[in-house]
């Protein structure tokens, strides 16, 4: 009998009741460390006072009217998010999937209302995740996604993700007079925590140049304040036409948006897009809030000074556990251990230590804390990765 609840997960056996700070506590008490953050979500932490008070504060006044009416909630963070970003203007939605779909429409409708109709080829890369929607799944083109889903959208190609020179030789030949946009995230995540170079983004940003290619950034997961830039993509010293951005925006409420340049969104006039619930007062009042407190320099200079702390942790357990870890991946608080077993092995045996993991592609173990971890907490973090991992050992 299927289960009422549709069973598309494989479900840890934990349900939990309550969380504080960096902690969870489970229906039976006990507490765990998440280093997942909900998948990148929980950027603040659980029940962040900040943030408790902004939603609390929004719920007694008014939670939806629907963007026939003008919002103010909404245009309050869209000016917070345009005057930090190379964007122009934001659409919201409720989701990164959300995102992925305008990020299709907008560069296909860009080409069209610019008199070049046959531009609707996207380029994409081997091991991305744009979400899960038939759109969002023909982006990222994995066999693993894509089975039994068909027919799926076309008009996507899908290269190898770009490292070196050789990548990028492969990735001109690839753009032709049919090619309207490039997709990437700066950092894969559920691909296995893969930090494109900065010179590999700085040579799509010319060759989208040189084409007239628009660029689109999912930042999805590495955005907000994650690699200690509000966004990702800072660090190279490039900007995109277009970025996706969900996940750590709303701190936990659901709530994505989609950045784009005036030049980019040109095309998407009344009528071309739309949503029920995207931008709604609830979750604008908690992204604005998420985003005065994570854009504050020091704050994001605080996420850079902690991913070094916990990455030289990492390499010290790395050195230690040879037969389970293998190397440290990633940037600021996304970071990703390469292991020796499977990765949901690791994630198992930190359930017994009281840590709480996310497995990623490329027998990658994605560690995700929030982005205000206390120094204590990153301490005790590695004591109980070193303890999952001595417990692997054993088991050998």
Known sequence: MIPSVLPTYNRAPLAFVKGEGSWLTAEDGRRYLDLGSGIAVNALGHAHPALVQAL?????????????YTIPEQERLAGLLTDQTFADTVFFTNSGTETAELAIKMARKFHHDAGQPDRTEIIAFEGAFHGRSTGAIAAAGSEKMVKGFGPLMPGFRHLKWPANDADHAAIRAAITDRTCAVIIEPIQGEGGIRVVPDQCLKGLRDLCDQTGTLLIFDEVQC???RTGRLFAHEWAGVT??????????????????LLATERAASGMTAGTHGSTYGGNPLGCAVGAKVVELISDPAFLA??????ALMRQGLESLVARHPQVFEAVRGEGLMLGLKCKPAPTEVVKAGYEAGVLTVAAADNVLRLLPALNIP?????EALTRLDQAATQLEKAA
């Not at 609390?56 to 026939?68: E, P």
């Not at 277009?242 to 948006?257: D, E, N, Q, R, S």
């Open 302 to 307: 605080e996420v850079a000074r902690k991913g």
């Open 223 to 225: 955005g907000m304040g």
């Open 240 to 257: 995109p036409d277009i970025m996706m951005v969900a996940k750590g925006i709303g701190g936990g409420f659901p709530l994505g948006a």
């Open 56 to 68: 609390t504060d929004q719920a007694g006044k008014l939670w939806h009217v629907s963007n026939v």
């Open 375 to 379: 120094d204590a907490d990153i301490a």
